[in-house]
């Protein structure tokens, strides 16, 4: 291969100047520009990474590029150009290494490959330590946090995440992180249905991030709070809260994020038996997920719910489409809880098409997989659920 020349370095080396510089002046509202620019972008990066002498500041324009490439979901378009920003950075520089380290493990977790993310913030983890850069030891800390949390070990996730808020509260600056670590450790509280512990650490989030002025990330915490009011069936203020949310996202281009609240509000609806609502809230999600490509995650929990819609509608066969997507997304995401949840739903419609022993042997794999999740509340509450409709259907 050629070797390029002095010239064109200095070309390479000009072009990510420029678009430093330009993606430095973007805020919460902007997305829409980096949307715009992304293929230029991607080029600048691919292009920057070739060349030895242009590679770090490549790096910086990649970590200065991430949070927009987070908020518009365009996680698998740009994997590759990390794992290559990763496995080309010096280990003389573990610092930017742990860095890249852990927005990749960002990256991964967000397109739900738990087990690759926890081993890059691991990773991240030790460059930091070796670093001693405080900054970066507390964001591997941070992140290993939201690992555990999603695979759903939650002491792990209390520890990692108690961990970095004290580790940022000694750091300037950090107020955007303990933003998240609040949000995390809110979750955590909250899927172990300590629901007072959850509600205060939420609104601590929200009002760092209504400070700060970060519509997005506000959006997201109401979000989290409107579920809490909707795990304890107060559906009025979980209602006010999506639709605050929805309201601060109106003057963002962070699309994915009213998708995801659009989702909620269809949640909400199926709960108070608003199946048609539900159903249109689904389909529009569903819509927007095919139009960009959304997360695996978010596609699975989609199909789930339009086929709990579809079968409370008395629409089993069409149910049985949307169910069967979902299970193959969570057995690709490796989520044996969810995957749990579809498999109870598609034995309750294949229970309505009359197919009893397919519908028995389809209850018995989610009960399976159930018995391992013995403290989790929300599996001893679907494990009651199908025992009883299994019981039912045998009757």
Request: with cysteine.
């Amino acid at each position: 291969m050629t070797q390029p020349t002095p010239h064109f370095i200095r070309g390479i080396a000009a072009n990510l100047t420029y678009w430093q510089e330009q993606m430095r002046r973007l805020t919460d509202a902007d997305a829409r520009t980096f949307l715009q620019e992304q293929a230029n972008l991607l080029l600048a990066v691919e292009m920057g990474l070739a060349p030895p002498e242009t590679r770090p500041s490549t790096a910086t324009l990649l970590l200065q590029l991430f949070p927009l490439i987070e908020r518009c979901g365009y996680w698998e378009r740009w994997l590759p150009l990390w794992q290559t920003a990763v496995s080309v950075h010096p280990n003389n520089e573990p610092t930017q290494r742990s860095r890249l380290l852990t927005r990749l493990g960002q990256l991964r977790r967000l397109n739900g490959q738990l087990d690759q993310a926890l081993r890059l913030h691991q990773e991240a983890e030790a460059a930091a330590h070796q670093s001693g850069d405080a900054w970066s030891l507390a964001e591997a800390w941070g992140n290993l946090a939201l690992d555990y949390h999603a695979r759903r070990a939650y002491d792990l996730a209390e520890s990692y995440g108690q961990q970095a808020l004290t580790l940022f509260s000694a750091l300037d600056n950090a107020e955007k992180w303990q933003g998240s670590l609040w949000n995390t450790l809110g979750q955590v509280s909250l899927e172990q249905q300590d629901f007072a512990q959850a509600e205060a650490r939420l609104r601590r989030s929200a009002a760092i991030w209504q400070q700060l002025q970060q519509s997005t990330q506000l959006a997201r915490i109401l979000k989290n709070l409107g579920i809490l009011f909707q795990q304890q069936q107060n559906y009025i203020v979980a209602g006010h809260c999506y639709q605050e949310a929805l309201h601060h996202l109106a003057a963002t281009d962070s699309e994915l994020d009213k998708i995801q609240v659009h989702i909620n509000l269809g949640v909400l609806h199926f709960l108070q038996q608003q199946y048609t609502q539900a159903e249109v809230a689904f389909r529009l999600a569903d819509s927007f997920l095919r139009r960009h490509h959304g997360s695996y995650m978010t596609q699975a929990i989609v199909a789930q719910n339009l086929g709990n819609v579809l079968v409370k509608q008395q629409r089993p066969a069409e149910a049985l489409v949307c169910l069967q997507q979902a299970t193959v997304l969570w057995q690709q995401l490796q989520d044996n809880l969810n995957l749990a949840n579809t498999l109870g739903t598609l034995g309750e419609a294949l229970g309505l098409l009359s197919d009893v022993q397919t519908a028995v042997t389809t209850y018995d794999e989610a009960l399976t997989l159930l018995a391992r999740h013995p403290t989790h509340p929300w599996a001893q509450e679907l494990q009651r659920e199908f025992l009883m409709e299994r019981a039912a259907l045998l009757e």
